[in-house]
């Protein structure tokens, strides 16, 4: 699609107020990026910050999006930038006027913030300093919950026990660290930084100074067996404290160097790989559920008895996202920060939010996005699911979900494809996994 003026631009976004929200999700999917990028709405973000947060204490969170990696895992979507220490301090200046910027406004004042998520990239490349400087940038310039939970994103190569110390004086109470897999013949083809033996050093130094942890793992890797998959698991159970658990699965995403690599010379298809995950999945649950740990409505997250839920879900909370590449996901709207370091700081330091793109939307445009979510994200698989979805819109909303919106949802889902029909079961069709590849826009960076 190319768009000749900015009035017919305008004339799309007046479209948009009147389609359904998984008519957007699929329009953007099929916009040609260069132009939704550099011809969109740059002060959404202005006009929704405006006014003050309409859910004040309920499900707000702050991203903080540090883009530095020193290597760059083969099955990595996200943007991120190669570790330069000089670098690194100009976009932190970046990020703090960027947060100062954001600090007066009216949302920000109204709001209490129930988590703080460092997300990547590889947050634990600042060195102790930087991580004290930021944490206290944040926590010093607004209001959080007195029994939030504050996330910090980790590798183990780069996590040392004075950063451990540091995150724990700084009241980040919650370190999610990405193993992805005890293996080290798989940890070196996915060209992760890291050992077996350094990540279980740093789980037992993260669990001795008392922090929430998480651990990041994948299955389904190529060339990860089933025996594979289930000594790694074994090794997650010996640990004595317990834990969170998110299990990914490894989704083959276009434009990464595994992903050209299983389509364009393995010849790996989409389908045989989904029902490869779907045999592990069930693996792990019934491995995890018959060694105490619960399995939450979100697919890939576990915590063991005794441990703590995840609260941090970037499709269902009310998202902030600040820092390049980071996405905002509220109410009134979503918007994306642009991607390229240099251009986000260039942005900042001119005093405007460095947002690429931005979509506006009506109170309906967002209770459907939130059924939409529900139906992509969660374990679609459970009994009550339906119910379960409404008791998260009252949640989230304090308001009774229609049955009318749930299932026109659905019903836009058939229409588009992106379930199967003739089937009472809820089944992602392969080109929704196709669309969710495509669709950046808006979309927080942890997805």
Known sequence: M???????????FDEFSEKSYTDIFNIRSRLKQSEWKRKCIFDLKEKIFDKVNEYPSTKNVMYIHIPFCVTRCSYCPYYTTPYNSTLVKEYLECLEKEIHKFKDTAYAKSTVFDSIYFGGGTPSLLNSEEIKRITHTLFSNF???????????????TLTEDKIIALKNSGINRVSLGIQTFNN???????????????NSVINLLLKHNFIVNLDMIY?????????????????NSFEAPTQLTIFPLRIN??????????????ITIKSHSERLLEFDAFSEKFLTSNNYI????????????????????????????????????????????SDIYEYMSGVRNNRYPVISGVPLTKLQAYERFVLYRIIYMQRSLPNFHEIV???????????????????????????????????????TERLWSILNKVKIGMPSIL
């Open 220 to 236: 389904g890797l190529i060339g990860q067996s089933k025996f594979d998959f289930e000594k790694d698991l074994q090794i997650l």
């Open 2 to 12: 190319e768009f000749g003026s900015d009035i017919e631009m305008q004339k799309l």
């Open 295 to 338: 399995r939450e409505d979100s697919p890939m997250f576990y915590y063991k008895e005794n441990s703590f839920p995840h609260k941090y879900n970037s499709t269902e909370t009310r998202v902030i996202g600040l820092g390049s590449n980071a996405g905002t996901l509220l109410d009134k709207g979503e918007s994306s920060n642009v």
């Open 254 to 267: 276009a434009n990464t160097p595994l992903g050209d690599e299983l389509y364009k010379r393995k010849k």
């Open 143 to 157: 209001n959080f919950a007195t029994n939030g939970e504050f996330s910090f994103e980790s590798n183990p190569s």
């Open 390 to 428: 409404k008791q998260k819109f009252f949640e989230h909303y304090g308001v009774k979900l229609e049955d009318s919106i749930y299932y026109k949802v659905l019903d836009d889902m058939k229409r588009l494809r992106f379930i199967k029909k003739g089937t009472d079961k809820i089944i992602l």
């Open 185 to 199: 013949r798989l940890l070196k083809e996915l060209n992760c930084a890291h050992t077996s033996e350094k990540a």
